[in-house]
């Protein structure tokens, strides 16, 4: 099987910071992650990082403040969140495209189930 989960969410104190890891596991061949959204309560999914080849492009609310890392071998990227304000308040998803060598598994785009990150004021 193939799953595609997102961790690090949590409660933090505004100006906190945390660590967001989305992480591919199972029988895969090809692991490509595509880039981090975020959902607020009562507004539209929104993007907060995208990978566009070789660069990684942030949305203006969190650009200086939000780092992405990934750790091909492991099929594992993180996202570094500092000087965390209320209003990144949101369940993060990850999207990546992945291919497994089992035929029958689903191949191509996957989401995680999401993380749960609450800043308190």
């Known amino acids: 099987q193939v799953q595609l989960v997102e961790s690090g969410g949590g409660l933090v104190q505004a100006g906190g910071s945390l660590k967001l890891s989305c992480a591919a596991s199972g029988s895969i061949v090809s692991f490509k992650f595509k880039g981090w959204y975020r959902q607020a309560p009562g507004k539209q999914r929104e993007l907060v990082a995208i990978?566009?080849?070789?660069?990684?492009n942030y949305a203006d609310s969190v650009k200086g403040r939000f780092t992405l890392y990934r750790d091909n071998a492991k099929n594992t990227v993180y996202l570094q969140m500092n000087s965390l304000k209320s209003e990144d308040t949101a369940v993060y998803y990850c999207?990546?495209?992945?291919?497994?060598?089992?035929?029958?598994?689903?191949?191509?785009?996957?989401w995680g189930q999401g993380t749960q990150v609450t800043v308190s004021s």
């Open positions: 990978i566009s080849g070789e660069s990684t």
């Open positions: 999207n990546a495209q992945i291919y497994s060598y089992i035929s029958s598994v689903r191949q191509g785009d996957y």
